[in-house]
């Protein structure tokens, strides 16, 4: 493996769910979701290690998680408090 093709290696983070974050080795991450851009951020600084912009993209992906679980959350809590869910 070439520099290059270990270069552009290190700037992808890959999770579960086809989901992989890139880096552009500066500021900028883009989400994708089954190879689409579906989310992109950028942080304030210039990131200066591989090791440091896989640790954002982690906290970017906990953070989305959290998000996800606490919005099922009222989801399941409004079923359970709408009294037409147990009419008959």
């Known amino acids: 493996m070439d520099a290059y ?6 700037k992808w983070f890959f999770y579960d769910e086809d989901v992989a974050i890139f ?3 500066d500021k900028l991450f ?14 304030n600084e210039t990131i200066a290690t591989v090791e440091k912009a896989e ?3 982690d906290d970017y992906m906990v953070e989305k998680l959290q998000e996800e679980m606490s919005d099922n959350a009222d ?3 409004f079923q359970f408090r709408n009294p037409d869910l147990f009419r008959m």
């Open 5 to 10: 093709q270990k270069n552009l290696r290190d």
């Open 23 to 25: 880096w552009d080795g």
């Open 30 to 43: 883009q989400v994708q979701n089954d190879g689409k851009i579906v989310d992109s951020f950028e942080e």
């Open 55 to 57: 640790q954002i993209a």
């Open 75 to 77: 989801d399941i809590e």
